[in-house]
């Protein structure tokens, strides 16, 4: 045999092009399969993510809509008079926006950046069109307003296609001309703490679905099957209900007329005039959310605790150590991987809850994510609230990496 000659198939071609052609169709295949879950993940979750965080510093409504006046804006130092030239622009478009209905999105606009603006366009719009020159004067003697430089000042800032306005608004900062990045009074702060609430509910939440959660992955781990079996029914039960039913279930219960109140009253606890305030608040939210999230809690910690050999404590015990030695040196540091996946996967969910904080939350339990539905539905600042969620996703990222870090992802267990 000639070793010098390469190994070839039964067709005569080298046996290695064979090889290689197999592994492409091989590796094509398995693309195949990939390729339409990839194109769902990115259209229904990437995409959208992107877009939103576009919104976020991008809104050219104004540019859009005011093509005269946003030329001579950019070039304006934001600090002088505006001149009648301006002025004279201004008129132009108003006129434009009067005939092509659009002057109530310029109007919404600036009426981000500077608060009461609104009616000033609409109703200088309605007039645009007697206006005659000089505009500046004109339009001052229509409403005093237009001989405010702030109400310049916010065009010139809503003329900005790409700002970091709304990310400043939802650190309850302004973004100015002449100043930069400017703070608000405490007193009108919202978002700042509307944050940090959020942040405290869902760690309260995460430590109490903890210390409910532990000790019955750890009974649904070691009892007997038949025991297990129907233990982990009662734990899988609340996902067969509805969240809304769950969450309304929750209203009749810690009402100051419901079955935790009266049970209160007659143990003697309070008096029939003086019950408890449970629902509706923080309080209310905290109480709700960790019974919805429980299972999310308890599941991971099951995965993990039933992969503990029962040995370790038995030889643990054998070697003189105590139940309660035994168990906080031998067995709850293994189950570390389950806890952090539990409390990930609870404060991750909880940060971004929604219905139940705006059914029992009232004034004081609600949360951020309630904020960014008020803006994506009623004031309809949709780039407000993709700032919001901004922050929100960036939080989560934070919150993961410090994960990696800590405990190190590999180690998550979920199941």
Same mark, same amino acid.
């Given at each position: 045999?000639?070793?010098?000659?390469?190994?070839?198939?039964?067709?005569? @071609?080298?046996?290695?092009?064979?090889?290689?052609?197999?592994?492409?169709?091989?590796?094509?295949?398995?693309?195949?399969?990939?390729?339409?879950?990839?194109?769902?993940?990115?259209?229904?979750?990437?995409?959208?993510?992107?877009?939103?965080?576009?919104?976020?510093? #991008?809104?050219?409504?104004?540019?859009?809509?005011?093509?005269?006046?946003?030329?001579?804006?950019?070039?304006?130092? /934001?600090?002088?008079?505006?001149?009648?030239?301006?002025?004279?622009?201004?008129?132009?478009?108003?006129?434009?926006?009067?005939?092509?209905?659009?002057?109530?999105?310029?109007?919404?606009?600036?009426?981000?950046?500077?608060?009461?603006?609104?009616?000033?366009?609409?109703?200088?719009?309605?007039?645009?069109?007697?206006?005659?020159?000089?505009?500046?004067?004109?339009?001052?003697?229509?409403?005093?307003?237009?001989?405010?430089?702030?109400?310049?000042?916010?065009?010139?800032?809503?003329?900005?296609?790409?700002?970091?306005?709304?990310?400043?608004?939802?650190?309850?900062?302004?973004?100015?001309?002449?100043?930069?990045?400017?703070?608000?009074?405490?007193?009108?702060?919202?978002?700042?703490?509307?944050?940090?609430?959020?942040?405290?509910?869902?760690?309260?939440?995460?430590?109490?679905?903890?210390?409910?959660?532990?000790?019955?992955?750890?009974?649904?781990?070691?009892?007997?099957?038949?025991?297990?079996?129907?233990?982990?029914?009662?734990?899988?039960?609340?996902?067969?209900?509805?969240?809304?039913?769950?969450?309304?279930?929750?209203?009749?219960?810690?009402?100051?007329?419901?079955?935790?109140?009266?049970?209160?009253?007659?143990?003697?606890?309070?008096?029939?005039?003086?019950?408890?305030?449970?629902?509706?608040?923080?309080?209310?939210?905290?109480?709700?959310? @960790? #019974? *919805?999230?429980?299972?999310?809690?308890?599941?991971?910690?099951?995965?993990?605790?039933?992969?503990?050999?029962?040995?370790?404590?038995?030889?643990?015990?054998?070697?003189?150590?105590?139940?309660?030695?035994?168990?906080?040196?031998?067995?709850?540091?293994?189950?570390?991987?389950?806890?952090?996946?539990?409390?990930?996967?609870?404060?991750?969910?909880?940060?971004?809850?929604?219905?139940?904080?705006?059914?029992?939350?009232?004034?004081? /339990?609600?949360?951020?994510?309630?904020?960014?539905?008020? #803006?994506?539905?009623?004031?309809?600042?949709?780039?407000?609230?993709?700032?919001?969620?901004?922050?929100?996703?960036?939080?989560?990222?934070?919150?993961?990496?410090?994960?990696?870090?800590? *405990?190190?992802?590999?180690?998550?267990?979920?199941?």
């Amino acid at each position: 045999m000639d070793v010098s000659q390469p190994i070839t198939a039964a067709d005569g @071609t080298p046996l290695k092009k064979k090889l290689a052609q197999a592994m492409f169709r091989s590796k094509l295949r398995a693309t195949g399969l990939v390729v339409p879950l990839l194109a769902f993940v990115l259209a229904s979750f990437v995409f959208p993510i992107l877009a939103l965080m576009w919104q976020g510093i #991008h809104n050219d409504t104004f540019a859009r809509l005011m093509p005269n006046l946003t030329e001579e804006l950019r070039v304006w130092d /934001g600090v002088s008079d505006p001149t009648e030239e301006m002025y004279a622009l201004l008129v132009a478009d108003l006129r434009q926006n009067r005939a092509d209905k659009t002057i109530g999105k310029v109007a919404s606009r600036v009426n981000q950046e500077l608060a009461g603006t609104r009616s000033l366009f609409t109703s200088t719009a309605r007039k645009a069109k007697k206006l005659e020159p000089p505009f500046k004067e004109a339009l001052i003697k229509t409403k005093k307003k237009w001989g405010d430089i702030k109400v310049w000042q916010a065009m010139k800032l809503t003329n900005q296609s790409l700002t970091p306005g709304f990310y400043a608004t939802s650190l309850d900062a302004r973004y100015t001309v002449d100043q930069g990045f400017v703070m608000k009074e405490e007193k009108r702060q919202i978002y700042t703490k509307l944050f940090v609430r959020t942040l405290m509910i869902s760690g309260s939440v995460m430590l109490l679905c903890l210390l409910l959660g532990y000790p019955v992955a750890y009974l649904l781990a070691t009892l007997p099957l038949k025991y297990s079996n129907l233990l982990m029914i009662m734990v899988l039960l609340p996902f067969w209900t509805s969240l809304l039913v769950r969450t309304t279930a929750w209203i009749a219960i810690l009402q100051s007329q419901g079955v935790v109140n009266d049970l209160l009253v007659w143990i003697g606890i309070t008096g029939d005039e003086s019950r408890f305030s449970l629902i509706y608040n923080m309080t209310g939210t905290i109480i709700a959310m @960790t #019974h *919805i999230l429980l299972p999310f809690m308890i599941l991971p910690l099951y995965s993990v605790m039933k992969t503990i050999p029962p040995s370790y404590m038995r030889a643990a015990r054998s070697l003189g150590a105590t139940p309660t030695a035994a168990f906080i040196k031998v067995y709850m540091p293994q189950t570390v991987p389950g806890i952090g996946a539990g409390g990930l996967l609870v404060f991750i969910l909880a940060i971004g809850y929604y219905i139940t904080p705006a059914l029992v939350g009232g004034q004081d /339990g609600q949360l951020i994510s309630n904020m960014i539905a008020y #803006h994506m539905q009623k004031s309809l600042n949709w780039s407000l609230a993709a700032a919001l969620g901004g922050l929100l996703l960036l939080g989560v990222l934070v919150l993961y990496w410090a994960y990696d870090r800590i *405990i190190g992802i590999d180690n998550m267990k979920l199941g």
